[in-house]
C-alpha cells in the first residue's frame, strides 16, 4: 500500500513530534507514503525532516489514498490536486475546528490501522463549478465549501441578479453572495444565517451577505439547477472566491454555477458521522441544565 501526503507551508505546534509518530505508525503498518513536492520542500527546510516525494500522478492506480495534514482548509486545497481522479482524501487535523479534517492527532495510531484494514467508510462530496465568458479568468474553477461574489474596492453594495434555471429569480442588494455545498454549509454560509445541510442532500444554499432587503433570505435549491448570476457594482472589480482561492473580476461579469461531473471522496472513521462532527464542533447538546 502507497499513500500521498499533502499539508500547508504553515508551522503546526508540535509538528515534528507528530510527523514522527505519523511515520512510524505507516512503518509499522507497512504503508508507503511519499509526500506532495510543495509539502516536501516545506518541511525538509523548515523542520530538517527527508521524505520521499510523489513520484507519480495523485490518482487511484498509483495512491491508495491521500492524507491531509492539517485542517479544513488544508483540505480543500487537496480538491485541486485529486481533482476529478477520484482519489480518496483522509483528513488529519492538526487546525482548530475540523469539520472536514475531522480525524484528531491523538487517533492517528487508529486511523492507520483502519486504513491498512479498509475499515473505513468513503463518503461522496458535492462539488460546484463556476463557468465565465472568459475561461481563463479563473483557473481552477470547482469549489467543494462554497463560491462566494463580493464587493472589493468600495464599501458600497453590489447589485447581483439571479435566474434558476432561466428563470428570474431575485434581485440582491448586498455585500454579496454565496452559493454553498452541503459540505460548505457549516462554513460561510452558517455565519451568515444560512442554514446546515446535511451531506448527500443533492442541494445548494444561495445565502445573501449583509441583504439590504431584509425580507431575502438563505433559499435552498436542488444540485440540479443551473444558477446564473450578473453582478453590477459601483467599483470596477468585484472579487469571487472558490473556497480559499479568490480571483478579482470585472463587476458586469456573468457567471454560472452548477454541479460539477464528479465528487471529491472522502475518507471518514467507521462509527464517525457528520451528527458527531456536528455535536462536537458546534456543541450541540452541551447545556448545563443537563448536568
Not at 96 to 114: C, D, P, Q, S, T
Request: glycine share 6%; charged share 20%.
Amino acid at each position: 500500500m502507497k499513500v500521498a501526503v499533502y499539508g500547508r507551508s504553515i508551522r503546526a505546534k508540535n509538528f515534528k513530534k507528530f510527523f514522527s509518530v505519523f511515520s512510524t505508525c505507516m512503518a509499522n503498518h507497512n504503508i508507503e507514503f511519499e509526500v506532495v513536492s510543495t509539502f516536501n520542500d516545506f518541511i525538509s527546510k523548515e523542520y530538517d525532516l527527508e521524505c520521499v516525494e510523489c513520484s507519480h500522478k495523485l490518482s487511484p492506480s498509483d495512491y491508495t489514498c491521500l492524507i491531509s495534514l492539517g485542517g479544513d482548509g488544508t483540505m480543500l486545497d487537496t480538491l485541486e490536486l485529486v481533482k476529478d481522479s477520484g482519489l480518496p482524501v483522509m483528513g488529519i487535523n492538526l487546525g482548530r475546528l475540523g469539520f472536514l479534517a475531522n480525524i484528531k492527532m491523538e487517533e492517528i495510531e487508529i486511523a492507520v490501522e483502519a486504513l491498512k484494514q479498509n475499515n473505513v467508510d468513503i463518503e461522496s462530496r458535492t462539488v460546484l463549478t463556476v463557468q465565465s465568458s472568459d475561461k481563463d479568468l479563473i483557473k481552477f474553477p470547482y469549489a467543494l465549501n462554497d463560491f462566494v461574489v463580493q464587493k472589493r474596492d468600495t464599501s458600497a453594495m453590489i447589485t447581483v441578479k439571479a435566474h434558476l434555471n432561466g428563470d428570474f429569480l431575485n434581485n440582491y442588494w448586498a455585500d454579496g453572495l454565496i452559493v454553498s455545498t452541503p459540505t460548505g454549509s457549516s462554513g460561510y454560509n452558517l455565519s451568515c444565517g444560512g442554514p446546515l445541510i446535511f451531506p448527500g442532500s443533492q442541494a445548494f444554499v444561495i445565502t445573501p451577505i449583509a441583504a439590504h432587503n431584509l425580507t431575502v433570505r438563505p433559499a435552498v435549491v436542488p444540485d440540479s439547477t443551473s444558477l446564473e448570476i450578473n453582478i453590477s457594482s459601483r467599483s470596477k472589480h468585484v472579487l469571487i472566491t472558490l473556497d480559499s482561492r479568490s480571483v478579482k473580476l470585472p463587476s458586469n461579469s456573468s457567471l454560472v454555477i452548477k454541479r460539477a461531473d464528479f465528487q471529491y471522496k472522502m475518507i471518514r472513521l467507521k462509527g464517525n458521522t457528520y451528527m458527531d462532527t456536528i455535536r462536537n464542533k458546534l456543541l450541540w447538546g452541551a447545556d448545563a441544565r443537563d448536568k
